[in-house]
């Protein structure tokens, strides 16, 4: 049973506009929320993350929004760049923090970002 | 660069085989994980390790073992390889548990 979903495998996003990548999640005991970039042949690189006690996150051209009662989040990228194609990965903690049981992953959207 | 080292970048094994795998965390990061991801699973936690100690476990497979040795580097054994555990795998660390989890580059593994 998967605990975090991402239902849009892909997303395509003309340059300059919003992109808007969603994620699910059905364990209440999930608390921290992260939000990872991944190059083909790379490592994930960290991007976001927000704690459930707070419900937004922004880091420059990147916002995280955490609605509890529906056990949604969503990253928001504006304006979107070329750079900014690649795959996204949704995370979610139980332990607070980085994980201290490790990090639940969903299965990534992949972001292409349209000239 | 997010300062965790992987090596060997690639790994060819045969079935039946036993490879070891090594990660570096960052400069003073004392907790070392380790995911697997494959084409169907997706990236899913193996193992945590915190100063040496175990700390916790996810859907690692008994043929699989980890540790995190005194200069806090980790290594990661799989034994009796299947063509199943052809997969990506990352090791990833932290200043402690609490803390956002840094990535390293991968080990590519092809069990042939």
């Known amino acids: 049973d998967q605990q975090v979903k991402q239902n849009s495998p892909s997303l395509s996003v003309q340059e300059g506009r919003i992109s808007i990548l969603n994620c699910d999640y059905t364990n209440s005991m999930f608390d921290y929320f992260l939000w990872y970039k991944k190059y083909p042949a790379e490592g994930p690189t960290f991007l976001i993350s927000?704690?459930?006690?707070?419900d937004k996150n922004e880091d420059g051209r990147f916002t995280v929004f955490l609605n509890k009662s529906a056990k949604h989040l969503s990253l928001h990228i504006v304006p979107s760049q070329p750079g900014d194609s690649a795959v996204y990965f949704c995370a979610a903690s139980a332990g607070s923090g980085g994980g201290a049981d490790g990090l639940t992953f969903g299965k990534g959207t992949h972001l292409i970002i349209q000239p | 660069d997010s300062g965790v080292t992987q090596t060997p970048k690639h790994l060819i094994t045969a079935t039946g085989q036993r490879v070891t795998l090594r990660c570096s965390p960052r400069s003073g990061d004392l907790s070392v994980y380790w995911y697997q991801q494959s084409l169907d699973q997706g990236l899913q936690f193996l193992i945590q390790y915190y100063n040496g100690e175990e700390r916790a476990k996810g859907n690692i497979l008994e043929r699989f073992s980890a540790q995190q040795f005194p200069d806090l580097h980790s290594e990661l054994n799989l034994s009796s390889l299947e063509l199943g555990d052809s997969a990506l795998y990352f090791c990833a660390s932290s200043v402690s548990s609490l803390e956002t989890q840094y990535f390293g580059p991968g080990t590519r593994l092809l069990v042939l």
């Open positions: 927000i704690s459930s006690i707070k």
